[in-house]
């Protein structure tokens, strides 16, 4: 460590319930298997973030990342650790996170009980 060099300190989070978000089995498998390919089984979690974008106003990001940071709010659900900032736990709370292998609408999907207006590519929302 040089003389420079600021001491690292835990992240300050909280951890939230299933309320806030809900991972089902089939996303968990896949996330599962995603977290052990990059080496981050033991520590790392998806990041769920709400953005501005897409066709209604609204979209998902989702990254894997090493744990959480300052101020996020994190939710163990079926053994996954799911990263959630508090302006986007606004958005997702009471959302469930599923995953389909299906060819044409594949992939991970929110199904968010606050979103009023979805589109028809049900990659963005409105709430």
């Known amino acids: 460590m040089t ?3 600021a001491p690292q300190t835990a992240p300050n989070y909280k951890i939230g319930n299933e309320k806030l978000i809900k991972v089902l089995p089939n996303a968990a498998r896949k ?4 977290l052990t ?3 981050r089984a033991e520590h790392g979690a998806l ?3 709400v953005v501005g974008g ?7 990001k989702m990254d894997l ?6 101020r996020d709010i994190m939710v163990l659900s079926a053994d996954v650790r799911v990263v959630i900032d508090p302006k986007s736990a606004l958005f997702v709370s009471g959302s469930e996170l599923d995953f389909s292998d299906d060819l044409q609408q594949g992939g991970f999907k929110v199904t968010n009980p606050n979103a009023i207006v979805t ?5 963005s929302f409105a709430a």
């Open 119 to 123: 589109c028809s590519c049900g990659e």
């Open 31 to 34: 996330l599962t298997g995603l």
């Open 54 to 60: 897409g066709c209604s106003g609204l979209q998902y």
């Open 37 to 39: 390919k990059q080496g």
């Open 47 to 49: 990041r769920v973030a």
């Open 65 to 70: 990342v090493d744990g959480p940071a300052n």
């Open 3 to 5: 003389a420079n060099a």
